[in-house]
């Protein structure tokens, strides 16, 4: 299977008004940045899609792991890892989440 159709099987899509990004976020169940993360998009009403890469399966995570340095290149991978459209935000940073937010209109 293709990560970006593994992708579409393993990602929770969660719903929101502000629906105009195309955001995946790869999240550790556990960690307290990505709970923060998530709590930050959801206080804003902002759709996105998630995949807690702990609780997959290994090949799953290589699979994704692979994925992501193919497309983005040689990035330091952390999470939470967001993806906006083509941007990359690495770990919590709220105050990119709210340019990449203002960028994209509603």
Known sequence: MDAEKLIENLAVNVKGKKNNREILIFTLST???CKKCKTWLNERDVAYR??????????QKSQLIDYILNRFGDVR????FMICDNEVVIGYNPGKYEELMKDGGN
Do not use: K
């Open 50 to 59: 998630y995949i807690d890469v702990d609780t997959i399966q290994y090949s």
């Open 77 to 80: 991978i952390s999470y939470p």
């Open 31 to 33: 960690c307290q940045w």
